[in-house]
């Protein structure tokens, strides 16, 4: 299967003079990735990587796992698409599912993660009659219109602007702030429990649970972005569980169908889209909902094992001094992040620079330890 050859002729130079000609350049990349197993992945040339990316926290059973195979195959000869004006086979249930696994009452389903985070905020909207949003300096919501009004990052948000909802800005971590700066305009406060595109900042329970107090005090509701912390990355179902903290509405996507397009906004009892307030052609359509349960039933098998393999992963790595929690690793190399990626990349493990010179690992959950053992080894070697 690594073989160049064995089934994988791709002509790489076309495809690239293509790509660069036809195809907007908004991401730069160099590699083309043409299989997966498990946490492998092969490319182009048949060359064998470790996934240490797993399409950015997206595929947490590994590549291809057999059972969302045959549950996405399945599916796909029963029925494909029908709107959300008929039952949905197996939304229910994995609204079910879901609810049950994160201790929320309703759930909505969505494309994506930004779009997940658009139906959060028209939800806290229409509950709380109120406007205005809060959310933390280097989080990331989302770059459609409304999750980029929330996400701080000024090169990324700024060319864009007008932007709505209007949104206030406050230092992650830092509650004083945080006080000062919710009122009786706003809507809701949003809150990734670990910041992931910042590059896997790990704030204090003590901060999440002031955050609580604070929404509680001022009467905004707390939106919790679990969409890449969320569904057993962290060792638990949602990664706020780690403070005790009871969110009013939570994002998901990324991990939640193994890299089908899916996103989901979860919310206690009393908060709930009526009648027309929101809606979707494509969203919790059969196929993404036969993906998800499939995911879900595995994710809830890996998730005792996820605490011992991220506490190996950062032991074995303890030179760069790695914080985390389950599965999600991150470590400081500064500008040396690109050239440690590229050549863990020549040795044969992808791992990804997030923002501000910080090293992001997050893995198949399905990685062995035999695995992390290796990808240690070569981050060890690559720093050298
Ligand atoms: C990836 C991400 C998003 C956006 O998800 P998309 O599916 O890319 O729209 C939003 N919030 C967080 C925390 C993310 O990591």
Redesign the pocket.
């Known amino acids: 299967m690594n073989k160049k050859g064995d089934n994988m002729e791709f002509d790489t130079k076309t495809f690239k003079e293509n790509d660069a000609k036809y195809y907007m350049q908004a991401f730069s990349r160099d590699i083309m990735i043409v299989k997966g197993k498990g946490s492998k992945v092969w490319d182009s040339n048949g060359k064998e990587y470790i996934d240490c990316v797993a399409g ?2 997206v595929c947490s059973t590994g590549h291809c796992h057999p059972e969302v195979v045959k549950a996405i195959c399945e599916q796909a000869h029963e029925l494909i698409h029908c709107s959300n004006l008929y039952y949905i086979p197996g939304q229910s249930d994995l609204a079910k599912e879901l609810t049950g696994y994160t201790s929320t009452s309703k759930a909505f389903f969505s ?7 658009e139906g959060a905020l028209k939800l806290a909207r229409l509950a709380t009659k109120r406007k205005n949003f809060v959310s933390f300096m280097h ?6 219109m409304g ?1 980029l009004a929330v ?1 701080h990052k000024p090169t990324i948000r700024e060319p864009f602007e007008p932007l709505e909802p209007k949104c206030s800005y406050v230092e992650y971590g830092d509650l004083e702030s945080l006080r000062k700066t919710v009122d009786d305009t706003t809507a809701g406060v949003l809150l ?1 429990p670990i ?3 910042a590059g896997v900042i790990i704030p204090s329970p003590d901060f999440i649970r002031g955050v609580r107090e604070v929404c509680d005090e001022k009467g905004a509701l707390l939106i919790d ?5 969320g569904l057993g990355r962290t060792g638990k179902w949602l990664a706020i569980e780690h403070s005790g903290v009871k969110p009013d509405i939570v ?1 998901l ?2 991990g939640i169908a193994s890299g089908f ?1 899916m ?1 989901a906004i979860l919310a206690r009892d009393d908060l709930e889209f009526q009648k027309s307030e929101h809606g979707s052609t494509f969203a919790g359509g059969p196929l993404a909902c036969a993906a998800a349960r499939a995911s879900l039933r595995i994710i809830n098998d890996l998730l005792p094992g996820i605490p011992e393999k991220g506490n190996l992963f950062k032991e074995l790595i303890s030179s760069c001094s790695p914080r985390g929690l389950g599965l999600m690793i991150g470590f400081t190399l500064g500008d040396k992040c690109p050239l440690v990626q590229k050549r863990c990349a020549e040795a044969g493990v992808l791992v990804n620079c997030a923002a501000d010179g910080n090293m992001r690992l997050v893995p198949p959950l399905v990685i062995t330890d035999e695995e992390i053992r290796t990808v240690a080894s070569v981050i060890n070697n690559s720093l050298k």
């Open positions: 950015i926290a494309n994506s993660g930004a779009e997940a985070m989080g990331f919501h989302g770059r459609t999750a996400t990734e910041q992931g595109e972005d679990e969409i890449q912390t994002t996507a990324k397009p996103g």
